[in-house]
């Protein structure tokens, strides 16, 4: 069993930053699938970005294109996400999910992709 650790939420105002990291104790993230989806109060869930096994293709939701950016680093151990210009609707909480590595070129912003999921951080805009 992968367990998904997200940290990095937290209050920030509008128009301001934060950056998300996802992490697998006792692995690095290297190859693998993982998704960015988010839930506020009342609503359903939605998927927010993703990033594919080789991190040649990225995904994001037309409500955060251009201001949010997915990416995994050097040292495979962690994939962000950059979340700049931060709205008030922007908040809630961001669920990091992973799949295995996959030999498909694409991610897919579906939730049902995703067998492994963190417990959330959550993410409040608000002046």
């Known amino acids: 069993q992968l367990e998904v650790v997200e940290s990095g939420g937290g209050l920030v105002q509008p128009g301001g930053s934060l950056r998300l990291s996802c992490a697998l104790n006792g692995f690095t993230l290297d190859y693998y699938v993982i998704g960015w989806f988010r839930q506020a109060p009342g609503k359903e869930r939605e998927a927010v970005s993703c990033i594919s096994s080789s991190s040649k293709y990225t995904m994001y939701a037309d409500s955060v294109k251009g201001r949010f950016t997915i990416s995994r680093d050097n040292a495979k151990t962690t994939v962000s996400l950059q979340m700049n210009s931060l709205k008030p609707e922007d908040t809630a909480v961001y669920y990091c999910?992973?799949?295995?590595?996959?030999?498909?070129?694409?991610?897919?912003?579906?939730?049902?992709?995703?067998?492994?999921w963190g417990q959330g951080t959550q993410v409040t805009v608000s002046s």
């Open positions: 999910a992973v799949r295995r590595p996959s030999l498909s070129p694409v991610c897919l912003l579906a939730a049902d992709e995703y067998p492994y």
